[in-house]
């Protein structure tokens, strides 16, 4: 199930990591092993969570790499919901062969 309107993973950072431990963002970065410039956009919201900085993510605050992605991901998919129509899309459906007695007749399914 998908969250409503789920928070930038980097407000996640910083309001249950960063700020709990009464971090400072230079403090972050030394621990994480990247520079203000790398980090600083993600607590920001304008980067997102790369499969790297989760495995930094989950060495220094805890959660496997995969969770830390999850988040991303949630926002990732909540956002593209926001802004793609797709009011007009319907499934392909694939064909499949129903062998009725002498006669074959295809009939459609959609998976």
């Known amino acids: 199930m998908r969250m409503h309107n789920p928070p930038h993973p980097g407000e996640f950072i910083r309001e249950l990591c960063v700020e709990p431990l009464d971090l400072t963002v230079t403090e972050a970065t ?23 900085m989760a495995l930094r993510l989950s060495k220094v605050f805890g959660r496997t790499p995969e969770g830390w992605l999850r988040l991303q991901l949630q926002f990732d998919l909540w956002k593209a919901e926001q802004s793609i129509d797709m009011t007009g899309l319907k499934r392909i459906e694939a064909a499949t062969v129903d062998k009725r007695a002498d006669n074959e007749s295809i009939q459609r399914t959609a998976y």
């Open 30 to 52: 030394e621990a994480l092993g990247v520079t203000r410039k790398t980090f600083s956009p993600l607590l920001n919201g304008r980067a997102g969570i790369s499969p790297e």
